[in-house]
């Protein structure tokens, strides 16, 4: 019996001691390791250490004299303010990111009221407006380098013709145009984020109280200025910080167009971070550099997360505090707007004053005329949408002869097949091809698998760090990739793996994983507890509630973040322009770079291997158009 009682109270403490460890993990905590480490492991391995072991390196410099690296303290910081390259490219930075978003936004939101007006075929202009979103970047920058070439361009004629010019003009090459072009090219790639957001926030707005303000008198300036732009502040705060986020760290583009000329004119402070870097081998100088707008960003990127976390079924009658300072902003914003349209609604005053003094026109009438008006409006903006994908197609189908002596300019003649043939014989594209559907393939399928385990996990489990994970997964979603490239540099050259295609499958992840997991996340959140816990009294334990249960439910979300995940990994620049030197490794967005011999441009292969790049991505597109809205839809992705 003695013996008996030790055993007695070991069994009586073991299952308080695992009730005590159950309390403080959480529930389901063994589960929820299973389903969240790999996850983790990735956040911890690819983001978290890289960011602080290059954090430490920014505090050392390369001796020259021995080859080591020198402690410097914050010396390689405080130097950037008395350098006048970085203070050039800073200034360019920010001018290129307020001119840029000021336009985005003014002809987003007027393409989104237009569109969200009566339009004949709205459909299929609003599809329109939206191509330049899913264009790879290496296309736009090629296709608009080939718009802007002084000598076999099309922008110089076309403006030669309308006499707006006497003279090509070197938009790239002459110091005070290079930045206003790259900025029209930014605008053009941008302007489909504005339109799709801002499109959502005018749906949403209650019809309600806009046919009432317009039967309490107020004309249409006043309706937009005193019901629309209240109804979209939310909108318009978050459309502008995450624009101004992927903005300001825009590299791809402006380095495929100019490469930061010339004489610096549109050097960014991420072009500058990765010359001094990964060209001239500074790393301390150049992480520095990436790094000296890290808290300016962290605290842009924890504001939005912040926001973008709050809960749907918040009432809003009770807003959170930063509830209250988006709204804040949002009405700021608004107050700016509103300032400035003060004249058009004067202007719409004395227009309506006129018209009643006028035989009022038959309803139809006034419906057809407002739809030619507005109709009238889009067509430049259409003009400037679709133009560079009219100027890719003709390139590509003429001639060397043709595009060298500057004959028929925009219609081939006659039409050819020649670039084709000597890309597809002449060129390794097939190998570039072949290259990017495998790194593209299996990074995809990665991400998608770990994001919809890690998604499960946190949409379902209760377990310790669970809030914090998401916060983190969204935090990531949100980082710049200039900020990350150097450090994952460096760790991959620690672990043997730069060049080589292992380089691009482990680092995809990085920004693929998270937006995948918080789509999944959301859309799991919708889907009814209760037919899981159904399944689990039958007998089912959660893995099989998982795969029998939710995961057929969740097929809408699973397509689109796969879609997704493909489209980004597919258009990749500036991972794979960093970490890969082989020219048989390369994928096609650094492929087409060695087509290149020096300033000479093969512009009808250039085009042609544009065309064929952004095929796969627009058939995507296009197959995929509804099932992408109702994932991202139902998966929560608010604006």
């Given at each position: 019996m003695a013996r008996n009682i030790p055993t007695t109270s070991r069994q009586l403490a073991s299952p308080s001691r695992s009730r005590r460890v159950q309390t403080f993990l959480g529930r389901d905590w063994k589960l929820a390791l299973f389903f969240v480490l790999p996850v983790v492991i990735i956040m911890a391995g690819l983001i978290f250490w890289p960011f602080v072991s290059a954090f430490l390196r920014s505090l050392t410099v390369r001796s020259f004299l021995t080859g080591q690296e020198q402690f410097v303290g914050l010396r390689n910081y405080a130097r950037l303010f008395q350098d006048i390259d970085y203070l050039t490219s800073l200034a360019n930075t920010f001018r290129f990111t307020v001119i840029s978003l000021a336009v985005k936004f003014v002809i987003g939101l007027s393409i989104a009221l237009l569109l969200n007006s009566r339009l004949p075929l709205r459909g299929l202009l609003t599809g329109l407006m939206l191509l330049p979103w899913i264009v790879?970047?290496?296309?736009?920058?090629?296709?608009?380098?080939?718009?802007?070439?002084?000598?076999?361009?099309?922008?110089?004629?076309?403006?030669?013709?309308?006499?707006?010019?006497?003279?090509?003009?070197?938009?790239?090459?002459?110091?005070?145009?290079?930045?206003?072009?790259?900025?029209?090219?930014?605008?053009?790639?941008?302007?489909?984020?504005?339109?799709?957001?801002?499109?959502?926030?005018?749906?949403?707005?209650?019809?309600?109280?806009?046919?009432?303000?317009?039967?309490?008198?107020?004309?249409?300036?006043?309706?937009?200025?005193?019901?629309?732009?209240?109804?979209?502040?939310?909108?318009?705060?978050?459309?502008?910080?995450?624009?101004?986020?992927?903005?300001?760290?825009?590299?791809?583009?402006?380095?495929?167009?100019?490469?930061?000329?010339?004489?610096?004119?549109?050097?960014?402070?991420?072009?500058?971070?990765?010359?001094?870097?990964?060209?001239?081998?500074?790393?301390?100088?150049?992480i520095a550099t990436a790094f000296s707008m890290a808290p300016f960003m962290a605290v842009l990127i924890f504001f939005l997360a912040r926001f973008m976390q709050q809960d749907s079924g918040r009432s809003q009658t009770q807003p959170s505090p930063l509830g209250r300072l988006f709204g804040n902003i949002g009405r700021g914003i608004g107050t700016l707007l509103g300032?400035?349209?003060?004249?058009?609604?004067?202007?719409?005053?004395?227009?309506?004053?006129?018209?009643?003094?006028?035989?009022?026109?038959?309803?139809?009438?006034?419906?057809?005329?407002?739809?030619?008006?507005?109709?009238?409006?889009?067509?430049?903006?259409?003009?400037?949408?679709?133009?560079?994908?009219?100027?890719?197609?003709?390139?590509?189908?003429?001639?060397?002869?043709?595009?060298?002596?500057?004959?028929?300019?925009?219609?081939?003649?006659?039409?050819?097949?020649?670039?084709?043939?000597?890309?597809?014989?002449?060129?390794?594209?097939?190998?570039?091809?072949?290259?990017?559907?495998?790194?593209?393939?299996?990074?995809?399928?990665?991400?998608?698998?770990?994001?919809?385990?890690?998604?499960?996990?946190?949409?379902?489990?209760?377990?310790?760090?669970s809030r914090a994970l998401t916060t983190l997964l969204l935090v990531t979603y949100l980082l710049p990739g200039t900020l990350i490239f150097i450090p994952l540099y460096q760790t991959l050259t620690n672990l043997g793996?730069?060049?080589?295609?292992?380089?691009?499958?482990?680092?995809?992840?990085?920004?693929?994983?998270?937006?995948?997991?918080?789509?999944?996340?959301?859309?799991?959140?919708?889907?009814?507890?209760?037919?899981?816990?159904?399944?689990?009294?039958?007998g089912a334990n959660r893995l099989i509630a998982f795969w029998r249960i939710t995961l057929p439910l969740a097929a809408p979300a699973l397509l689109s973040v796969t879609l997704f995940a493909f489209t980004n990994a597919w258009n990749e620049f500036l991972f794979a322009f960093v970490f890969i030197t082989s020219e048989q490794l390369k994928t096609l967005p650094v492929g087409l770079q060695l087509l290149v011999f020096g300033d000479v441009y093969p512009w009808g292969q250039l085009m042609a291997a544009?065309?064929?790049?952004?095929?796969?991505?627009?058939?995507?597109?296009?197959?995929?158009?509804?099932?992408?809205?109702?994932?991202?839809?139902?998966?929560?992705?608010?604006?």
């Open positions: 790879p970047e290496v296309v736009t920058a090629l296709a608009w380098r080939s718009i802007y070439d002084p000598i076999f361009g099309g922008l110089n004629p076309i403006l030669q013709g309308l006499g707006i010019i006497n003279r090509p003009l070197g938009w790239l090459s002459e110091n005070n145009l290079a930045l206003p072009s790259v900025i029209a090219v930014n605008v053009w790639k941008g302007i489909p984020f504005y339109v799709l957001l801002l499109l959502a926030g005018l749906k949403a707005i209650d019809r309600e109280l806009l046919e009432a303000a317009k039967v309490d008198g107020a004309n249409v300036v006043q309706r937009f200025r005193h019901v629309t732009l209240p109804g979209l502040r939310y909108v318009i705060a978050t459309t502008l910080l995450l624009s101004f986020i992927s903005t300001f760290n825009t590299f791809g583009l402006i380095y495929l167009m100019t490469g930061g000329g010339p004489g610096g004119a549109t050097r960014m402070y991420s072009i500058l971070a990765y010359e001094q870097a990964i060209i001239g081998l500074r790393f301390g100088p150049g300032l400035i349209f003060l004249p058009f609604e004067w202007l719409a005053n004395v227009f309506e004053r006129l018209q009643s003094s006028r035989p009022r026109m038959k309803r139809e009438q006034r419906e057809r005329v407002g739809m030619g008006v507005r109709l009238l409006l889009l067509l430049p903006v259409l003009i400037f949408v679709l133009f560079p994908f009219y100027w890719i197609l003709i390139t590509s189908f003429k001639t060397d002869l043709q595009i060298q002596r500057f004959a028929s300019v925009f219609i081939p003649n006659p039409w050819t097949l020649e670039q084709y043939r000597s890309l597809l014989l002449e060129t390794p594209f097939l190998i570039w091809f072949r290259n990017t559907v495998f790194v593209a393939v299996v990074s995809t399928a990665i991400s998608v698998v770990l994001a919809a385990l890690a998604a499960y996990a946190l949409a379902r489990l209760k377990f310790l760090g793996l730069i060049n080589s295609h292992a380089a691009l499958i482990v680092t995809y992840p990085t920004f693929l994983l998270p937006f995948a997991t918080w789509v999944m996340l959301g859309y799991f959140r919708s889907i009814p507890v209760d037919l899981e816990e159904a399944a689990l009294i039958d544009s065309l064929l790049m952004a095929i796969p991505v627009m058939l995507v597109y296009i197959y995929a158009q509804r099932y992408l809205v109702e994932g991202l839809t139902a998966g929560g992705v608010k604006a």
